[in-house]
C-alpha cells in the first residue's frame, strides 16, 4: 500500500527539519528520503518545494542525475552488480544474468517490495572482484550463491 | 629484483588499532601543532617546497593551490577533500582512508588552517557509506579531543561536513562536486575561473585528493625535503597504485616514484610474461604493452612513452583477453557517465561505444577505426570538461597496439 501524500509530506518535512533546509542539503535529504521510500515520490518533491524552495521539476532533474536516485520504487534491499572491466574479467556478466534469473528484470522490485537489483559502475573495489553492494554494504567477491539466498528472502 | 614496498603512506596499515590514542601515539598530530607554531604562510612555503603534486590525475602543485587560496582577497574560503574515487580499477583513497584516517584527516585540518579555511567539506561517493562512518567517527574523535579548534578564522572551532555524492563518477571533476555540494546535478563549468578563484559557493577553494592530503602531515612535519629521500628528482615521493585484474595479490601497493612497471606487477603477483597488456591511468588511460613494462612509473617516465598515471589505476589482462570487449566496457562507461551537458560528449560517447560493441562482437564493417578516430579528435577537441577529452584516449591506444600486431586476438 502506498502512503498517503499528507504522510509522506510530513515525514519529508520532518526529514528537512533534521538536515536543513538551504539548498544545499538537497542530495542529503533525497538521500534520506530514498533509504525511507525507495524513491522519491511527487508528494516528497513538494514538500521539498514548500520547506526547502526547489521546484518540483528541479529536484527530479537532480533525481535523474544521480545513479542512488530514483523516480520509481526500488527494492528495500538492493543489490549492486559492478559491470566494469576488472569485474568483468573475474565473471560479473554471469553473476548479473543470474540475477536476472532468480531475483527478475533489472531494476524491478519482488512483487513484495523486498529486493531488486541493477548493474553498476565501478565500486571501488576491484581488489575484491567480482564485486557488488547489498544493503549499501560490501559483498564482495559476489558468489551464485549470495544471488540464490537474496532471491530466498523474496516472496 | 622485486621493488621494495615502501610503507610511508600506509605505514599504519597493519595496525589493528584505528583510535585517535594510537595515532598519537606514533607521531600524529605533531604537523598540525607545527603548523599552528610556524603559521600559515610558513606552512604553505614547506608544501611548495616539499614538492608536491596533486594525486587525482591532473598533478597540479599542491602549494601553488594552497597559497593562491591564502593569500586571495575574499576572506570566505573554503576546502575540500576529494572522497568521491571513480575511476575504474581505483580504490587506492579508500584504502588509505580505511588504514589511516587520522592521516587523510590531518592534512585536512593543515589545509583549513593554512589557507585560513571557514569550513572544511568532505565529498564521499555514495557507495562508500562505511567509509563516510569512519571519516565522521574519526572526525568526533578529533573534535571531542580539541583539535578543530583554534582553525577556523578568529580561532574558532572548524566546522567539519561530510557529504555523500549521489552516484555519479564526473562528480570526482572539482567543479562538478561544488555543484552536487550546492544542490544541483553535477555538470562540470568551464574553466576559468579555476576553483582557487571562484570554486565551492563561488568563493576561493582547495580542492585535494586524499592521498595528496594524506602526504601533507610528514612534510610539514619532517620539512620540505621529506619527500625527496624518495622517488626521483622531478617526481619526488612515494606513489600509491590499486592493481587489479589478472593478478595474484590485488590490491594498493606503496612504490617510491620510478619504480618500473614490471617490479609492480611483481609485487601484486603477476608473472610479467604472461601479460598481454596492462590499462595505467584508469578508464581515460592508456593501454600499455610488455615491450613497454619497464617503464618508470614517474610522471617524466609515462610522458616518454605517450601514456599517464592518471588515477594510479593498474588492471593487468591475460593473453585470454580481448582487449576489444575490454573497450567495450570503457565505452560503455563514459556514454553512462557523460554528464550529457555538450554534444560532442553527449553524443560522442555514445557513438563511440556502438562501435566498440561492433568491434568487441567482431562484426565491423570495416570503417569502424578510422570513424572512431575522427571521434576521439572531435570529443578531444570539443568537450568542455576532462571526461569527454579524455573518453577516447584507450581506445586510440588499443587502435595504435593493433597497427603494431601486439593484440592476441
Ligand atoms: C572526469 C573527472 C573525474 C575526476 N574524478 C576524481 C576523483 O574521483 N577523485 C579526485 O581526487 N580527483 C578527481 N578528478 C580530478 C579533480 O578534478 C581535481 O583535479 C582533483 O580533485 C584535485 O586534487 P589534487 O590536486 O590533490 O589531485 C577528476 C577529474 C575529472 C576530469
Ligand atoms: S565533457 Fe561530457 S562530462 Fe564533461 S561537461 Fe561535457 S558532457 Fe559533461
Ligand atoms: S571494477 Fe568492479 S569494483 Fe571496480
Given at each position: 500500500?502506498?502512503?498517503?501524500?499528507a504522510?509522506?509530506?510530513?515525514?519529508?518535512?520532518?526529514?528537512?527539519?533534521?538536515?536543513?533546509?538551504?539548498?544545499?542539503?538537497?542530495?542529503?535529504?533525497?538521500?534520506?528520503?530514498?533509504?525511507?521510500?525507495?524513491?522519491?515520490?511527487?508528494?516528497?518533491?513538494?514538500?521539498?518545494?514548500?520547506?526547502?524552495?526547489?521546484?518540483?521539476a528541479?529536484?527530479?532533474?537532480?533525481?535523474?542525475?544521480?545513479?542512488?536516485?530514483?523516480?520509481?520504487?526500488?527494492?528495500?534491499s538492493?543489490?549492486?552488480?559492478?559491470?566494469?572491466?576488472?569485474?568483468?574479467?573475474?565473471?560479473?556478466?554471469?553473476?548479473a544474468?543470474?540475477?536476472?534469473?532468480?531475483?527478475?528484470?533489472?531494476?524491478?522490485?519482488?512483487?513484495?517490495?523486498?529486493?531488486?537489483?541493477?548493474?553498476?559502475?565501478?565500486?571501488?573495489?576491484?581488489?575484491?572482484?567480482?564485486?557488488?553492494?547489498?544493503?549499501?554494504?560490501?559483498?564482495?567477491?559476489?558468489?551464485?550463491?549470495?544471488?540464490?539466498?537474496?532471491?530466498?528472502?523474496?516472496? | 629484483?622485486?621493488?621494495?614496498?615502501?610503507?610511508v603512506?600506509?605505514?599504519?596499515?597493519?595496525?589493528?588499532?584505528?583510535?585517535?590514542?594510537?595515532y598519537t601515539?606514533?607521531?600524529?598530530?605533531?604537523?598540525?601543532?607545527?603548523?599552528?607554531?610556524?603559521?600559515?604562510?610558513?606552512?604553505?612555503?614547506?608544501?611548495?617546497?616539499s614538492?608536491?603534486?596533486?594525486?587525482?590525475g591532473?598533478a597540479?602543485p599542491?602549494?601553488?593551490?594552497?597559497e593562491?587560496?591564502?593569500?586571495?582577497?575574499?576572506?570566505?574560503?573554503?576546502?575540500?577533500?576529494?572522497?568521491?574515487?571513480?575511476?575504474?580499477?581505483?580504490?587506492?583513497?579508500?584504502?588509505?582512508?580505511?588504514?589511516?584516517?587520522?592521516?587523510?584527516?590531518?592534512?585536512?585540518?593543515?589545509?583549513?588552517?593554512?589557507?585560513?579555511?571557514?569550513?572544511?567539506?568532505?565529498?564521499?561517493?555514495?557507495?562508500y557509506?562505511?567509509?563516510?562512518?569512519?571519516?565522521?567517527?574519526?572526525?568526533?574523535?578529533?573534535?571531542r579531543?580539541?583539535?578543530?579548534?583554534?582553525?577556523?578564522?578568529?580561532?574558532?572551532?572548524?566546522?567539519?561536513?561530510v557529504?555523500?555524492g549521489?552516484?555519479?563518477?564526473?562528480?570526482?571533476e572539482?567543479?562538478?562536486?561544488?555543484?552536487?555540494?550546492?544542490?544541483?546535478?553535477?555538470?562540470?563549468?568551464?574553466?576559468?575561473?579555476?576553483?582557487?578563484?571562484?570554486?565551492?559557493?563561488?568563493?576561493?577553494?582547495?580542492?585535494?585528493?586524499?592521498?595528496?592530503?594524506?602526504?601533507?602531515?610528514?612534510?610539514?612535519?619532517?620539512?620540505?625535503?621529506?619527500?625527496?629521500?624518495?622517488?626521483?628528482?622531478?617526481?619526488?615521493?612515494?606513489?600509491?597504485?590499486?592493481?587489479?585484474?589478472?593478478?595474484?595479490?590485488?590490491?594498493?601497493?606503496?612504490?617510491?616514484?620510478?619504480?618500473?612497471?614490471?617490479?609492480?606487477?611483481?609485487?601484486?603477483?603477476?608473472?610479467?610474461?604472461?601479460?598481454?597488456?596492462?590499462?595505467?591511468?584508469?578508464?581515460?588511460?592508456?593501454?600499455?604493452?610488455?615491450?613497454?613494462?619497464?617503464?618508470?612509473?614517474?610522471?617524466?617516465?609515462?610522458?616518454?612513452?605517450?601514456?599517464?598515471?592518471?588515477?594510479?589505476?593498474?588492471?593487468?589482462?591475460?593473453?585470454?583477453?580481448?582487449l576489444?570487449?575490454?573497450?567495450?566496457?570503457l565505452?560503455?562507461?563514459?556514454?553512462?557517465?557523460?554528464?550529457?551537458q555538450?554534444?560532442?560528449?553527449?553524443?560522442?560517447?555514445?557513438r563511440?561505444?556502438?562501435?566498440?560493441?561492433?568491434?568487441?562482437?567482431?562484426?565491423?564493417?570495416?570503417?569502424?577505426?578510422?570513424?572512431?578516430l575522427r571521434?576521439?579528435?572531435?570529443?578531444?577537441?570539443?568537450?568542455?570538461c576532462?571526461?569527454?577529452?579524455?573518453?577516447?584516449?584507450?581506445?586510440?591506444?588499443?587502435?595504435?597496439?593493433?597497427?603494431?600486431?601486439?593484440?592476441?586476438?
Amino acid at each position: 500500500m502506498p502512503e498517503p501524500d499528507a504522510a509522506v509530506m510530513n515525514r519529508v518535512r520532518t526529514l528537512i527539519d533534521e538536515t536543513g533546509s538551504e539548498r544545499t542539503q538537497l542530495l542529503e535529504v533525497l538521500h534520506k528520503v530514498q533509504a525511507e521510500f525507495q524513491h522519491i515520490p511527487r508528494a516528497a518533491a513538494e514538500a521539498i518545494e514548500q520547506a526547502m524552495n526547489v521546484p518540483v521539476a528541479d529536484t527530479y532533474g537532480v533525481v535523474t542525475f544521480y545513479d542512488l536516485l530514483t523516480e520509481r520504487p526500488v527494492g528495500r534491499s538492493v543489490l549492486r552488480i559492478c559491470e566494469d572491466v576488472p569485474c568483468c574479467l573475474h565473471g560479473s556478466e554471469e553473476l548479473a544474468r543470474e540475477a536476472e534469473q532468480r531475483l527478475g528484470p533489472e531494476g524491478q522490485p519482488s512483487a513484495d517490495g523486498a529486493v531488486s537489483w541493477t548493474r553498476c559502475a565501478c565500486l571501488g573495489l576491484c581488489d575484491r572482484a567480482p564485486a557488488a553492494l547489498y544493503e549499501e554494504k560490501p559483498l564482495a567477491p559476489l558468489h551464485h550463491q549470495d544471488i540464490a539466498s537474496i532471491g530466498d528472502r523474496r516472496a | 629484483m622485486i621493488a621494495v614496498h615502501e610503507a610511508v603512506l600506509l605505514r599504519r596499515r597493519q595496525n589493528k588499532q584505528r583510535d585517535l590514542k594510537a595515532y598519537t601515539a606514533s607521531g600524529g598530530l605533531t604537523a598540525l601543532a607545527k603548523a599552528h607554531s610556524i603559521g600559515p604562510e610558513e606552512t604553505v612555503r614547506i608544501l611548495t617546497d616539499s614538492g608536491l603534486v596533486g594525486r587525482g590525475g591532473a598533478a597540479f602543485p599542491a602549494g601553488r593551490k594552497w597559497e593562491s587560496v591564502r593569500t586571495a582577497a575574499d576572506p570566505t574560503r573554503y576546502v575540500v577533500l576529494n572522497t568521491d574515487e571513480s575511476e575504474p580499477g581505483t580504490f587506492k583513497d579508500r584504502v588509505m582512508i580505511e588504514s589511516d584516517p587520522f592521516m587523510v584527516l590531518e592534512g585536512l585540518l593543515i589545509a583549513c588552517y593554512a589557507v585560513s579555511a571557514s569550513c572544511a567539506y568532505i565529498y564521499v561517493r555514495g557507495e562508500y557509506g562505511g567509509i563516510a562512518e569512519l571519516l565522521e567517527r574519526s572526525l568526533d574523535e578529533l573534535r571531542r579531543a580539541g583539535h578543530l579548534d583554534g582553525i577556523a578564522p578568529g580561532g574558532r572551532p572548524l566546522p567539519v561536513e561530510v557529504r555523500h555524492g549521489g552516484g555519479a563518477y564526473i562528480c570526482g571533476e572539482e567543479t562538478a562536486l561544488f555543484r552536487s555540494i550546492e544542490g544541483y546535478r553535477g555538470e562540470p563549468m568551464a574553466k576559468p575561473p579555476f576553483p582557487t578563484v571562484a570554486g565551492l559557493f563561488r568563493k576561493p577553494t582547495v580542492v585535494n585528493n586524499v592521498e595528496t592530503m594524506a602526504n601533507v602531515p610528514d612534510i610539514i612535519a619532517f620539512g620540505a625535503k621529506t619527500l625527496r629521500s624518495r622517488g626521483t628528482e622531478r617526481s619526488p615521493g612515494t606513489k600509491l597504485f590499486s592493481v587489479s585484474g589478472h593478478v595474484a595479490r590485488p590490491d594498493t601497493y606503496e612504490v617510491p616514484f620510478g619504480t618500473p612497471l614490471k617490479e609492480l606487477l611483481e609485487l601484486a603477483g603477476a608473472r610479467a610474461d604472461d601479460l598481454q597488456a596492462v590499462l595505467l591511468g584508469g578508464a581515460a588511460g592508456t593501454f600499455v604493452f610488455p615491450k613497454d613494462f619497464d617503464l618508470a612509473l614517474s610522471y617524466e617516465g609515462v610522458a616518454e612513452r605517450k601514456a599517464t598515471l592518471g588515477s594510479g589505476a593498474v588492471i593487468a589482462f591475460d593473453r585470454q583477453t580481448n582487449l576489444w570487449q575490454v573497450a567495450e566496457r570503457l565505452g560503455r562507461f563514459f556514454a553512462h557517465e557523460s554528464c550529457g551537458q555538450c554534444v560532442p560528449c553527449r553524443v560522442g560517447t555514445r557513438r563511440q561505444h556502438e562501435m566498440l560493441e561492433t568491434l568487441a562482437n567482431g562484426h565491423g564493417r570495416g570503417d569502424e577505426r578510422s570513424l572512431l578516430l575522427r571521434l576521439s579528435q572531435v570529443m578531444t577537441d570539443a568537450s568542455i570538461c576532462g571526461l569527454g577529452q579524455t573518453a577516447a584516449t584507450a581506445v586510440r591506444s588499443l587502435m595504435d597496439a593493433e597497427s603494431a600486431g601486439l593484440l592476441a586476438h
